[in-house]
C-alpha cells in the first residue's frame, strides 16, 4: 500500500522506554514508595551499599505495609497485603542483617519448598520491580539517588495506597518526557482503535513503522503488543488519561499543550490520525479483497472448476472490476498477508494451451492459484 507523504520530524530523537514488559504494569504507586524510601534515608542519614538497595527497601516497604488498612489484592494488582506482609516478616525475624536475609532470598529465588516460600518469593519480585519501574521512569539514578522530579512527586504525596491528581500529573509528564513516541502514538490511536471493524493489529506499530521508519519493532513485535503496550495501557487506565470514546481527557490534552515538550505531542496529533484514516481506508478495502479471493476460490472449487485443487487466476479475476495490474497487485499483497497463515501454492502448468500473459507473484510467472488452510 502507498500512503500520502506527511511531514516528518527532522534533528529530534526517537525517544521510548525499552523492556516494558507485563510485570511493569504495577501500580504506579510504587514509584512513590520507592521515592519515600530514599527519602527516608536522606532524613537519617543512613548510608547503604547499592547491592543492598533491594533488600533494605524490601524489608522497609513490608514494615509499611503492616502500619495500614488491609486492600482487595484483586483491585491492587501487585500490591503487597497486610497478611502476606506480616507471614513475610514473620519469615525474616531470624536474618537481622542484610546479608542474612540476601542469602536467604537467594535460596527462594532458587526454589520454593512450601507456601511461605512462595509468598516471600512473589514479595519480593514485586518490591524488586517497584525500584526497576522507578529506576526506569528516571525518578531514581543509577545510584539509587533522587533526581528532582522525584521530590516533587513526595510533596504532592497524600495517601499511601492511591496517588492524588498532583502525583498522576507528575507520572504523566515523566513517562511522556521518556516514553513520547510511542506512548503518544498509542494514545492517540485509541480511537482508531475502538473505531475498527476488524482486528487489525497495533495501529502505532504501523504508523511507527509505515511514517515514522521505525523498523525496530518489526522484530518484537510479538512481545511488543503482548507485554509493552499492555503495561503502556494499564498506565493509561491508572491515570484515566482518556474518555469512554477513548480520546485524552482535556485535563491532560491541556498539560500536553503547554508541556516544555509540546512538539513531539502537537506533531503526532497532526500527523497520525491522517495517516491511520488512510490506512484503515485501503485496509479495508485489501480486507474485503481477500475475503472475496478465498470465498469465490472456494466456489470453483465447489462446482469443479480446478486442477487438483488448483483454480486459475483468471477465473478469479473475472469476479473483480480491476485491470490486470491491479488484480496482480491485489494477488501479491494477499500472499504477503496470508502466506504464513495458509499454504497459497502457484502453478504455471496448464493442461491446454493458454497464451494469455502470465501475473507475476512472488517474482515468478503464474496462472493458477491453490489455498489450503493450516
Not at 502505532?204 to 513503522?209: D, G, P, S
Not at 503495561?231 to 503547554?258: F, G, M, P, Q
Request: a positive charge.
Amino acid at each position: 500500500m502507498r500512503f500520502l507523504k506527511l511531514k516528518k520530524m527532522e534533528n529530534i530523537d526517537f525517544v521510548y522506554l525499552d523492556g516494558l514488559h507485563r510485570p511493569y504494569n504495577m501500580p504506579l504507586k510504587s514509584i512513590v514508595w520507592v521515592c519515600r524510601f530514599v527519602k527516608y534515608m536522606e532524613d537519617y542519614s543512613i548510608s547503604i551499599l547499592p547491592s543492598h538497595f533491594y533488600g533494605e527497601f524490601f524489608r522497609y516497604h513490608l514494615h509499611e505495609v503492616v502500619k495500614r488498612h488491609e486492600i482487595d489484592e484483586d483491585k491492587y494488582k501487585g500490591m503487597v497485603s497486610i497478611s502476606k506482609a506480616k507471614i513475610v516478616l514473620n519469615w525474616l525475624q531470624d536474618k537481622a542483617t542484610i546479608e542474612e536475609l540476601e542469602r536467604a532470598i537467594s535460596k527462594i529465588l532458587e526454589k520454593r519448598r512450601n507456601k511461605e516460600e512462595r509468598i516471600v518469593y512473589s514479595t519480593y519480585k514485586n518490591t524488586s520491580y517497584y525500584i526497576t519501574l522507578a529506576k526506569k521512569m528516571r525518578y531514581l539514578n543509577s545510584y539509587y539517588k533522587l533526581e528532582s522530579d522525584a521530590y516533587d512527586l513526595l510533596a504532592a504525596n497524600k495517601r499511601f495506597y492511591s496517588l492524588s491528581s498532583i502525583e498522576k500529573d507528575n507520572i504523566f509528564l515523566h513517562i511522556i518526557l521518556h516514553d513520547a513516541d510511542v506512548f503518544l502514538p498509542l494514545l492517540l490511536s485509541l480511537p482508531f482503535k475502538r473505531k475498527a471493524l476488524n482486528d487489525i493489529e497495533d495501529f502505532h506499530l504501523i504508523y511507527l513503522e509505515k511514517h515514522y521508519n521505525v523498523n525496530y519493532f518489526n522484530y518484537i513485535k510479538k512481545s511488543q503488543s503482548a507485554n509493552y503496550d499492555k503495561v503502556r495501557l494499564a498506565w493509561i487506565e491508572e491515570l484515566n488519561v482518556v474518555d469512554s470514546y477513548w480520546k485524552i481527557r482535556k485535563h491532560y490534552r491541556c498539560i500536553l499543550e503547554t508541556f516544555k515538550y509540546k512538539d513531539k505531542y502537537f506533531y503526532h496529533k497532526e500527523n497520525l490520525p491522517a495517516f491511520l484514516e488512510q490506512y484503515i481506508k485501503k485496509t479495508m478495502k485489501y480486507l474485503s479483497f481477500y475475503s472475496i479471493i478465498e470465498s469465490e476460490y472456494m466456489n470453483l472449487i465447489d462446482i469443479g472448476k480446478h486442477d487438483l485443487g488448483f483454480v486459475n487466476l483468471y477465473d478469479l479475476k473475472s469476479k473483480f472490476k480491476l485491470s490486470f495490474s491491479s488484480f496482480e497487485d491485489m494477488i501479491n499483497s494477499y500472499y504477503r498477508e496470508y502466506g504464513k497463515l495458509k499454504l497459497i501454492l502457484f502453478s504455471n502448468i496448464v493442461s491446454s494451451i493458454d497464451a494469455r500473459r502470465r501475473f507475476i507473484v512472488n517474482g515468478n510467472p503464474v496462472i493458477k492459484i491453490r489455498i489450503i488452510n493450516k
